[in-house]
């Protein structure tokens, strides 16, 4: 899709909107650069066509007055200068090898990478982690979820979506879908269960927002209370014995501990103290343990208030009590095409909470491999012996976004090294040492893991709109320069599996796990590794695809029995070009799920959509 093609006039470009982790398809029309219409993709299996205002915008994104188009380089009086790329990935190798042989790879920290919707790029800078050795990281999940995450690897070591769509009773608790969706069609699906009598709209906040507003039951608890309210549901869904015995019976342990707690609960005492009349609270608890199904959502209204981590537990338990798992309109384990946490390189933590590690300087607990945002600036101002030298910044706005933004400036600045990856000259790149340019997510191969969805579930895999604006590169390029420049993997590894993947892809398998059955270290590096070799036989403009290959490998090998059950009879059956087009997603079997696939072969103008 060249320079000459983006005066289309009225041609159609699929593509995904970015601004929410539903990242429903859609199609862009252009006038030059600019994105001149923007609609619903009606092909799109997951969001069919809907959109809500959002992607409306997107030409902001794309073409806002903060875009960057050179590398940019910190002077000695603190303005900028601009830099040609090879002088940027010389100086910037040159000085990652500089404090990783003077303190170590694990006094590199590393922040973001990759946003709502450009998460591939991500891939490879956990290449260029691993060949720094890398231990610590951390993104904006940290900010808010790993308290959720915490629950999660406690309670049944992985992460739950409700089926909203069919659900007769929903249950939103600090959340407000109507504006910030989260699950696909939110707005069609809340109008169609508040029209319905049959079914039963439930919201815990302390404002009357959108959704609360069209809710059947608005529990309209005092700020910082939801505990309470939460607990006191569960108080009556015990001592009314609204419990599902069976279910309980059949799936669980160790549930009576937390039944004898909530048997003492004071009811009366406890609405009281949340400000909701305990009567309709009472009604509400009813509702959800009388009901065919019901499903949950918690998100940033309690993630970031008091008590969040408990408001994680209690909310949990409303559908753990009454069997509201692995069947229609409940609540599941989902898996999803690449994990968005887990251990960061050279490190462990993922959501089994056994798999704890802690921060060197203030012991704080590291949990899904993310370090908590509002430690950070901790590891960093402090004469500890073990202090963090440097830092990564990739697509994201931390010195912005983070509580007490000032401090984090502030460690910034103290830090040997600071580099940023972004496509505008954001708050935190004003203070990095180095800001490197990227493309934009519409100027590149892109697809986003926010993909935990059932018994629907896909992941898009889409080709760019625009041609790279003049100056900046793509991720996957900026980190195989970098890995170049440090010499990550010997050139001899690299000419050998590049002629393999020449010769077929039957014959690149063979050699590529041959070569890292010999130097597991090859592992860790292997997006970069793909992206040289694999890569080399692709389009230019493709080659960043490349790790697709990788997590379809991965995915082949850990759930052998859903890919059997798409089609694959040997369940790994991923050497051949015609299976890797087909994209087997990474799906284990949940209640039943079966892992299937539709797609197109990324070699064209059209996305491929990978479905669960």
Not at 439 to 460: D, G, H, I, L, Y
Request: net charge neutral.
């Amino acid at each position: 899709m060249g320079a000459d093609n983006q005066m289309t006039g009225d041609q159609w470009h699929p593509s995904a909107c970015i601004l929410c982790e539903c990242n429903c398809g859609i199609e862009i029309q252009l006038d030059g650069r600019r994105f001149a219409r923007i609609r619903g993709d009606k092909r799109h299996p997951s969001s069919a066509g809907y959109t809500c205002e959002k992607p409306l915008r997107l030409d902001h994104y794309q073409n806002g007055r903060h875009r960057l188009t050179t590398p940019l380089r910190r002077r000695a009086d603190g303005e900028y200068e601009e830099i040609d790329w090879a002088t940027a990935i010389d100086e910037i190798a040159a000085r990652l090898t500089h404090v990783r042989a003077t303190y170590g790879g694990d006094k590199i920290f590393f922040y973001g990478g990759g946003g709502q919707g450009n998460h591939l790029g991500a891939v490879y800078n956990r290449a260029l982690q691993a060949a720094l050795g890398v231990r610590y990281f951390s993104n904006a999940l940290a900010q808010e979820k790993t308290g959720e995450m915490w629950v999660d690897g406690k309670l049944y070591g992985g992460h739950t979506k409700g089926d909203f769509e069919h659900a007769e009773v929903v249950v939103f608790v600090g959340k407000n879908p109507w504006q910030s969706h989260s699950f696909p069609r939110a707005r069609p699906t809340l109008r169609e269960i508040a029209k319905d009598p049959a079914r039963t709209m439930i919201v815990l906040d302390p404002r009357r927002s959108e959704t609360a507003a069209m809710a059947d039951i608005h529990l309209q608890v005092r700020p910082g209370t939801d505990a309470w309210c939460l607990a006191t549901m569960l108080a009556v869904i015990v001592q009314e014995d609204l419990v599902d015995h069976a279910f309980l019976a059949e799936h669980t342990i160790g549930t009576e501990p937390a039944r004898a707690a909530l048997a003492e609960v004071p009811i009366e005492t406890y609405a009281q103290r949340c400000g909701v009349p305990a009567e309709l609270i009472r009604t509400a608890a009813r509702r959800i343990a009388t009901a065919g199904s019901a499903a949950v959502y918690e998100d940033l209204g309690v993630q970031q208030g008091p008590n969040s981590t408990l408001v994680s537990y209690l909310d949990k338990l409303l559908w753990i009590l009454t069997g509201n798992f692995g069947k229609p309109g409940a609540m599941f384990l989902h898996s999803t095409f690449a994990a968005l946490a887990g251990a960061s390189a050279g490190g462990s933590g993922g959501g089994d909470a056994r798999r704890v590690r802690r921060t060197p300087v203030t012991g704080a607990r590291i949990i899904s491999g993310l370090v908590p945002c509002n430690s950070i600036a901790e590891e960093i101002l402090t004469d500890h012996p073990d202090r963090l030298r440097a830092m990564w910044i990739d697509s994201a706005n931390p010195a912005h976004s983070l509580a007490d933004s000032g401090r984090f400036r502030r460690a910034m600045s103290a830090l040997e090294m600071t580099v940023v990856v972004d496509v505008a000259f954001t708050e935190t790149a004003r203070q990095a040492d180095y800001v490197l340019p990227a493309a934009s997510q519409f100027e590149k191969w892109e697809m986003t893991f926010f993909n935990t969805e059932f018994p629907r579930n896909t992941v898009q895999l889409r080709p760019p709109v625009l041609d790279p604006l003049p100056g900046t590169l793509a991720e996957p390029e900026i980190y195989a320069r970098l890995l170049r420049a440090l010499g990550a993997v010997d050139s001899g590894v690299i000419a050998d599996l590049t002629a393999a993947a020449k010769t077929g892809r039957g014959e690149f398998t063979t050699a590529f796990f041959a070569a890292v059955g010999q130097v597991p270290a090859l592992l860790g590096v292997a997006p970069y590794l793909l992206y040289e070799t694999l890569g080399a036989t692709m389009p230019e403009r493709q080659r960043g695809t490349a790790a697709v290959w990788g997590l379809a490998q991965l995915c082949a090998m850990a759930y052998p029995d859903a890919i059997r059950r798409a089609g694959h009879p040997d369940g790994n059956a991923l050497s051949t070009p015609s299976s890797l087009r087909r994209g087997v997603s990474r799906s284990p079997p949940t209640a039943g799920r079966t892992c299937g696939h539709t797609s197109s072969a990324p070699t064209g103008g059209s996305p491929s959509t990978f479905r669960n």
